[in-house]
Nanobody, 116 residues
Framework: QVQLVESGGGLVQPGGSLRLSCEVS????????MAWYRQPPGKERERVAF???????NYAPSVKGRFTISRDNAKNTVELQMSSLRPEDTAVYYC??????????WGQGTEVTVSS
């Protein structure tokens, strides 16, 4: 069964950067679109960015210009480079397909806290 494992979160000051990584225990070459999602405290999960198999990308307006999504089909990884972080970026970050992969549990996510 495919598993999703996110890592790279932590505590960072406003204006700082973090790089999140998602390891997929299976081939992502067969997954047309991979995405990063986040769930801020007390709020619903939202999509942050997605990337197609060929590398085309799309970003939520709130992160456009600050976040960069990438994928390595050979290594079965998806990464999210985050810069100019703001307190409102505080959330648990998850990766999954878009739409979310059927019958695949969401990973535990990786927590990002932006605070001084």
């Amino acid at each position: 069964q495919v598993q999703l494992v996110e890592s790279g979160g932590g505590l960072v000051q406003p204006g700082g950067s973090l790089r999140l990584s998602c390891e997929v225990s299976g081939s992502i070459s067969d997954i047309a679109v991979m995405a990063w999602y986040r769930q801020p405290p007390g709020k619903e999960r939202e999509r942050v960015a997605f990337i197609g198999r060929g590398g085309s990308t799309n970003y939520a307006p709130s992160v456009k210009g600050r976040f960069t999504i990438s994928r390595d089909n050979a290594k079965n990884t998806v990464e999210l480079q985050m810069s100019s972080l703001r307190p409102e970026d505080t959330a648990v970050y998850y990766c999954n397909g878009l739409p979310p992969l059927p019958s695949v549990p969401w990973g535990q996510g990786t927590e990002v806290t932006v605070s001084s």
